[in-house]
């Protein structure tokens, strides 16, 4: 067993979420862990976990979204996890220092929000993403710098978000936490 997936069964083991929802995905969530040695690694056809970050600026007022090329649609950064990753909040940090292109982030080691979705990504194989987001946050006047895996990069305040997104809840979770 990799320390990540032991990292991913602890972690979400000791998570208790908010609502029946979130309850009901992370036992979804450990079930995959417990039937699949390689349920955090892309190669997991038929899903595999994935870490995400709600990047917020100095004041938690603004949440860093990324215009994502496959999906064409505002997402929070994150990603897939990957060997040499230890935890799921260091990964998640990782793809928002890759993705953002600010240095001195920093992550909460908790869980804020899970999700399931479908996607094709880049075994070309319809999957699903169990992903397991966490709060990140920027030093203050952190100055983003849009990498090759964006279309666009930009702050967006929490209470304005981009019409065509379905990251209320998380937000909203974000918020809650402070």
Known sequence: ????????????????????????????????????????????????????????DATGENVLLTLHPRVGRWLQLGGHCEPADTSLAGAALREATEESGVDGLVVEP?????D??????????PTRHFDVRFIVRAP????????????????????????DTDLGPLITAARARG
């Open 1 to 56: 067993m990799s320390r990540l997936h032991t990292d991913a069964l602890r972690v979400l083991d000791e998570w208790r979420a908010d609502d029946p929802q979130q309850e009901a995905l992370r036992h979804s969530f450990l079930t995959l862990l417990d039937a699949r040695q390689d349920a955090c690694l892309r190669a997991c056809e038929p899903g595999h976990v994935t870490a995400s970050a709600v990047l917020l």
């Open 110 to 114: 908790e869980p804020v929000h899970l």
């Open 116 to 125: 399931v979705h479908p996607i094709t990504c880049s075994l070309g194989k």
């Open 140 to 163: 203050e006047g952190a100055e983003p710098a849009r990498s090759e895996e964006s279309l666009d990069l930009r702050w967006w305040p929490v209470n304005a978000l981009p019409e």
